[in-house]
């Protein structure tokens, strides 16, 4: 099984793994995929509906789940939101044909931590699912992008100090700009030739002079100050 470290600590694995999916070619193009990534003898087990779902969950403890949104006897959603509740240490991401907002953003309130496009080719497929194993929560960038335009700006006045006294230097609203684009701390090291450790103060230093505790609360931070565009 392969298993990697994300940037908080905690271990992140691909296996064992359910697969959601009623489309037969779909099943068997998600499971070499996983198959792939987390090893040919890894356990994969696929679900044709939400009741199937079930079944298997009850009597398998999953790490990981890709689930499609519209099934034969439901909504993926529902089992998404029952997992969060009652599986909360297993990693859930939608794959699904349908990219609506309203859809989205409904999946990820339910617990999904990323939302993939069926229509990509296997080869993206293959890295944002790598990227789960590290931490990452892949979101499609087409989705992601409409999503940060969803996020109301808020007027810099509002904060107890102007946009100009955050002193963001240069390397700082570098690693800003690649996290707004969706990539990790491992990610952002490898790109700007820095150890994950420095990513990672610089992160916090970000995070600090934004007043925010999360990636995604300092990217919405960031654009409603005109940081990032």
């Not at 789960?132 to 996020?151: K, M, N, Q, V």
């Not at 609203?173 to 610089?202: D, K, W």
Request: aromatic share 4%; net charge neutral; glycine share 8%.
């Amino acid at each position: 099984m392969n298993i990697r470290v994300d940037n908080s600590g905690t271990a992140v694995a691909l296996a064992p793994a359910l697969i959601v999916e009623d489309d037969q070619a779909m099943q068997r193009r998600l499971t070499g995929l996983l198959a792939g990534i987390a090893g040919a003898d890894s356990p994969i087990a696929v679900a044709g509906s939400l009741a199937a779902a079930r079944r298997l969950i009850d009597e398998t403890r999953f790490a990981f789940a890709l689930v499609d949104i519209g099934l034969p006897d439901g909504d993926g959603r529902d089992l998404i939101a029952w997992l969060h509740d009652h599986r909360p240490a297993m990693t859930v991401v939608v794959i699904s044909a349908w990219g609506d907002d309203a859809v989205v953003l409904a999946a990820l309130k339910s617990g999904a931590i990323g939302y993939l496009l069926k229509e990509r080719e296997d080869s993206e497929l293959a890295l944002w699912l790598r990227s789960i194993e590290r931490g990452g929560a892949p979101i499609d960038p087409l989705i992601a992008r409409r999503i940060l335009t969803l996020l109301p700006a808020q007027p810099p006045a509002r904060r107890n100090e102007p946009a100009t006294d955050l002193h963001l230097t240069a390397r700082e609203r570098e690693i800003l700009e690649l996290v707004s684009r969706g990539h990790s701390n491992r990610e952002i090291a490898e790109r700007l030739a820095l150890s994950r450790l420095t990513v990672e103060g610089y992160t916090k230093a970000i995070y600090r002079k934004l007043a925010v505790g999360s990636r995604t609360a300092a990217v919405h931070e960031a654009k409603s100050l005109g940081l990032l565009d």
